[in-house]
């Protein structure tokens, strides 16, 4: 049982094995039709799916078996590991494709063998029996507080990656020639309150992308977005393959030394974007953007404090393309580094599948 | 595979010429941008060409997965050791920025 852990982090990725499990049967021995769904548990699926949690299958059964059950379940899985090797493995693959910590996974398995299997190998993995599974939609730790449109998208979002870097691979082209060939659509507009959860859930769930390092409050980005010295901004991300909704934002504000007639400097204390945008174009426009508006407003400079990391090279990367520099000595003890450039001369270009707009 | 290649190279790297490592590195990171952006077309692009930008167009998922490789293959850490990553400005200052390395 996993009720030892009641306490612990919101589950994001259920591992569900298929034979005896969301199918009422095996798959492979149910003669020319295949076993029904499980009704409990193929429900359980669907509920958490709704509510922002990704729904994957490692199975011993041939990818047919997880084609059918996406058919049964009406819905697209996030990721689906068939084949005959150990479960600890599918697990393993799994958790790397999709970028979650073993400590917000769920393993679900009628066979005691797999479970214990996957128990030893995965020690965070929350590994529970198809009983427990069927009443764990009432358990706190599959029931986030906030379910925006984005996280009740999730899943499906991964589906639609795994054919946009199928497309990828094939296409041999430049990024940005593949971009415009996929439809890329990038707006980029002021935040609303209707913004807020989603604001709160980038500055909590993003790592790669994000230069602040730590979540905001839903209450203290109201703020921001209330009072008259910021500015925040959001990104919307779309193309042929699906539409993925806000995925990042930058606040900004003019830097208070920077008063008349000294040069304006604006400030950008956060940036921040989810990694469902990465290799999309919407952080070099959103970066690109920040260079011309900032300009347009008077300012000689762009400077964006950045909480080095480990995780967050990336971010970095598009900093330096961009065209944005720290100096190498001045790190402060919070490792944090000032990158700047003057917004003098020829300013980072916005491709033409950014739109720019007022207003919701 | 790159791995045991890189460093076969490195323990000879005092004897050899620094240039000659240089070239050897460069050709394998042609290799390696070509797998991370799917694009044949860069085995073949001159050393002064630009990563950022027109040139190769790396961005941030390519980017970090080039400089993945590169910690694999080399044992150089280009991100902690730069932090502006200058060296990714074209394809020999990064070539030039291992070799010195390793």
Known sequence: M?????????????????????????????GPQPPPADPVLLGVLRELAG???????????PPAAAEYVQQLAGLELAAAECGWDAKPAAIGRIVADLGVVPDAVAFVDDDMVERAEVAAAW?????????????????????????????????????????????AQA????????LRHVGTRVAIRPATAADLPRLQELSARTQQLNSGGEPVAEAELAGLLADEVHTVT???????????????????????????????????????????????????ALL????????????????????????????????????????????????????????????????????????K | MTEGRAHDRAEGSAASAPD?????????????????????DL??????????????????????LLLRRIERSYGVDVAAADLNLDALGTLGSLADFIADRI
């Open chain 1, 2 to 30: 996993g009720l030892g852990r009641v306490a612990s982090s919101l589950i994001k990725c259920v591992v569900w094995d298929i034979d005896n499990t969301l199918l009422d049967g095996v798959y492979l021995e149910a």
């Open chain 1, 51 to 61: 509510r922002g949690i990704l729904q994957a299958v490692a199975s011993r059964n």
């Open chain 1, 123 to 167: 020690p965070a993995v929350l590994v529970l029996t198809p009983e427990d599974a069927a009443e764990a939609a009432s358990w706190p730790q599959f029931s986030p507080p906030v379910v925006t449109a984005e996280a009740r998208r999730r899943g499906q979002m991964y589906a639609e990656r795994r054919r946009r870097q199928a497309a």
């Open chain 1, 171 to 178: 296409f041999g082209g430049t990024r940005d020639d593949f």
């Open chain 1, 234 to 284: 959001t990104v919307w991300l779309a193309d042929d393959f699906g539409d993925d909704g806000l995925v990042g934002a930058a606040i900004s504000e003019p830097d208070a030394a920077g008063a008349a007639p000294a040069p304006l400097v604006v400030r950008v204390p956060l940036v921040m974007m989810s990694c469902r945008a990465l290799g999309r174009g919407a952080l070099d």
């Open chain 1, 288 to 359: 690109a953007w920040l260079c011309r508006w900032a300009a347009t407003a008077g300012a000689a400079e762009l400077v964006v404090p950045c909480r080095l990391s480990d995780r967050n090279v990336p971010f970095r990367l598009a900093l330096a393309a961009a065209g944005l520099r720290a100096e190498p000595g001045a790190v402060a003890p919070d490792g944090r580094a000032m990158f700047r450039r003057p917004l003098s001369g020829e300013l980072p270009a916005l491709p033409g599948f950014v739109t720019i707009l007022d207003a």
């Open chain 2, 20 to 40: 000659a490592l240089a070239a050897t590195v460069a050709a394998e990171l042609r290799v390696m941008l070509a797998e991370v952006t799917s694009r044949d």
């Open chain 2, 43 to 64: 085995l073949a692009i001159p050393l002064d060409t630009a990563l950022f930008g027109g040139g190769v167009g790396l961005d941030s998922l390519a980017g970090a």
